[in-house]
């Protein structure tokens, strides 16, 4: 099992800047990715951003893209989601998410991944 902790999520003004972290522990693997999906209130569940554990590469949904950062230290097991430019509609539960089998025509589909933290609130207001 993996267990997947995020924290970093919080209240914001429009414009600010919030980093978040979801740090990997249990049993380790190498390959697939992690990424994050969002919530919003009465909305399904989407897709955000992604890294793949090999060679790093990085996958956007349009909505954040240029303003969303997804890095990882694979050292601490742990990846980040900075996060810049926030707007009022990225108000939403952020999810880490994480899976041994995800590859590049899969990244965004949240059924790819095993593992899912318990999420975390952040909220922009305008």
């Known amino acids: 099992q993996v267990q997947l902790g995020e924290s970093g999520g919080g209240l914001v003004q429009t414009g600010g800047s919030l980093r978040l972290s979801c740090a990997a522990s249990?049993?380790?693997?190498?390959?697939?990715?992690m990424g994050w999906f969002r919530q919003a209130p009465g909305k399904e569940r989407e897709f955000v951003a992604t890294i793949h554990r090999n060679g790093g590469s990085t996958y956007y949904a349009d909505s954040v893209k240029g303003r969303f950062t997804i890095s990882r230290d694979k050292a601490k097991n742990t990846v980040y989601l900075q996060m810049t430019s926030l707007k009022p509609e990225d108000t939403a539960v952020y999810y880490c998410?994480?899976?041994?089998?995800?590859?590049?025509?899969?990244?965004?589909?949240?059924?790819?991944?095993?593992?899912w933290g318990q999420g975390t609130q952040v909220t922009v207001s305008s």
């Open positions: 249990g049993r380790s693997f190498t390959n697939g990715a």
């Open positions: 998410a994480a899976g041994s089998g995800v590859i590049t025509s899969t990244v965004r589909i949240g059924s790819a991944y095993n593992y």
